[in-house]
């Protein structure tokens, strides 16, 4: 079956601690990856996305993600988080052949000051 | 650039009663559209999409409805509101370029209470 799993519901970082959020998947086909950020209230809004070529993806502010197809992961990143980070993250998987998103339950993020 | 508008934005309705939500894309044609539900606290849930005028499949039995009157209008209805349908709705779109999956954008959605 295909799925997208996001083990952590909560994380809670200090402001200026590095980051990683999980993301696994299983899906049948060569996957396209992707992950959305989304304030409290406001719709979702595209961190990065990986389709192919290098497996290490640079995103918007700040953010990376590595594309692990041996694991089945595409990690979320950041090196330092800002107070402004604090969000609900994403992790979503479609094919080329697939108009539909699998999509992760969400990891909200929660930095301490 | 394109943009995607909904509204309203926030939306308080009694229980029974009808439901109209819009969604608009500018600036592309022949855009695929969604709609997605987000439970408070959950996840998306995919409820429609339209890759065309008319064109309409629905991922999930419930008392919604979806149509496409124009290239870019993407509407969201109800005949009769239940209290589970409270949530928030979230539209997206991608463009149509023949090689399949593409990048979602989503519009700022709209909060509905149901009560």
């Known amino acids: 079956a295909q799925s997208v799993t996001q083990p952590d519901i909560h994380i809670t970082v200090s402001e200026g601690a590095s980051l990683e959020l999980r993301c696994n998947y299983s899906?049948?086909?060569?996957?396209?990856l992707f992950w959305y950020v989304q304030s409290p209230g406001q719709g979702l809004q595209l961190l990065l996305k990986y389709f192919s070529g290098d497996t290490l993806v640079q995103g918007i502010k700040g953010f990376e993600a590595e594309f692990k197809r041996s694991q089945s992961s595409f990690n979320l990143r950041k090196p330092s988080v800002h107070w402004s980070d604090a969000a609900e993250y994403f992790c979503a998987v479609g094919a080329r052949s697939n108009y539909q998103l699998i999509w992760g339950a969400g990891t909200k993020l929660i930095i301490k000051p | 650039s394109q943009t995607i508008h909904q509204w309203p934005a926030t939306l308080v309705q009694p229980v029974g009663s009808p439901l109209s939500l819009e969604c608009t894309v500018e600036?592309?044609?022949?855009?695929?559209l969604y709609w997605y539900r987000q439970a408070a606290g959950r996840g998306l849930q995919l409820l429609f999409y339209s890759v065309g005028i008319g064109q309409i499949s629905s991922e999930v039995p419930q008392n919604l409805s979806a149509s496409r009157p124009q290239d870019r209008q993407f509407i969201l209805s109800s005949k009769k509101l239940l209290l589970s349908d409270s949530g928030f709705y979230l539209c997206?779109?991608?463009?149509?370029?023949?090689?399949?999956?593409?990048?979602?954008?989503f519009g700022p959605g709209t909060r509905l209470l149901v009560l």
């Open positions: 600036g592309t044609s022949n855009p695929n």
């Open positions: 997206a779109w991608t463009k149509e370029t023949g090689r399949g999956q593409e990048t979602q954008y």
């Open positions: 899906y049948g086909a060569t996957p396209y």
